[in-house]
């Protein structure tokens, strides 16, 4: 963050993706709206963006490329921000995001340092995207489930960040490669609570559970669960759910912690302008732990 004034700063991301879907403007509109979540993440608004491109021109075509940027230039147009040029590279595997700078207000930042003791945790989009990203790989996503997935990513956070932040959030982050078990533990350690997780109330996909069970669950998914196992304590859940609480998302959703009297009020707002949003868990004191219970 960099403050320019007592009651304006600046915050920069960058973030890139590899295509997701087959149609090229729906994979430039889903990189667009991963960029752009970390900036909401920190509770502040996009104002410019430059593309990071990586594109194999001697077997794809620069229309196809345009494509991508129309894609990209209609999220930025929803939320606000400049697209001002960027810079591409020969790359054998296409690649596209942003850069994007975002304006914050210096005491109302988020961060993943933010949690309290005593607060409730929102979930502003259900989870499963990496599972269901892999069956569309294999050929083995019903259309319906497809296009569940597709319009969870293509959905920006800039509601989400409003909420929060009405909502008297100081803790956020969005939830994307590293699920929401990675994401959730780095929080819980940074702020200094343990964290129960009621793994029922965690909103899925439709068609996510049953795709991970018949196998189709990302590796960056089972690395996520390595990396927090000694981290957590599961209580009477069964393995598919963990695993779909460890998946690798794309363009998630925002967690944030607020008191328990705004939670329900943060969620009935989410629920109106057709967000999947839940409570999910609650923090207390404690050094980064997370009980994952049934309920």
Known sequence: MWRLADDRALVVTADFITPVVDDARTWGRVAAANSVSDIYAMGAQPLL??????WNVDELPTELLGEVLAGSAEVAAECGFVTAGGHTVDDPEPKFGLAVVGEVHP?????NAGLRPGE??????????????TAIKRD???PEVAEAAVASMTRSN???????LDAGATGATDITGFGLLGHLAR???ESGVDVDLRAGTVPVLPGARELAAGGCVPGGTHRNLDWVSDRIDVVGVDGTTVLLLADAQTSGGLLFGCRPERAATAVERLGGSGHRA????????GTGRIRVLGA
Request: aromatic share 0%; net charge negative; proline share 4%.
């Open 158 to 164: 800039a509601e989400a960040c409003a909420v929060a």
């Open 107 to 111: 005491d109302r930042v988020l961060t």
């Open 187 to 189: 929080m819980a350690e």
């Open 140 to 142: 083995l996503a019903p």
């Open 120 to 133: 409730d945790l929102v979930l502003t989009k259900p989870l499963g995207v990496g599972v269901v990203a």
């Open 49 to 54: 963006a430059l593309n990071l491109v990586g």
């Open 278 to 285: 839940a409570v999910v868990g609650s923090t207390r004191a």
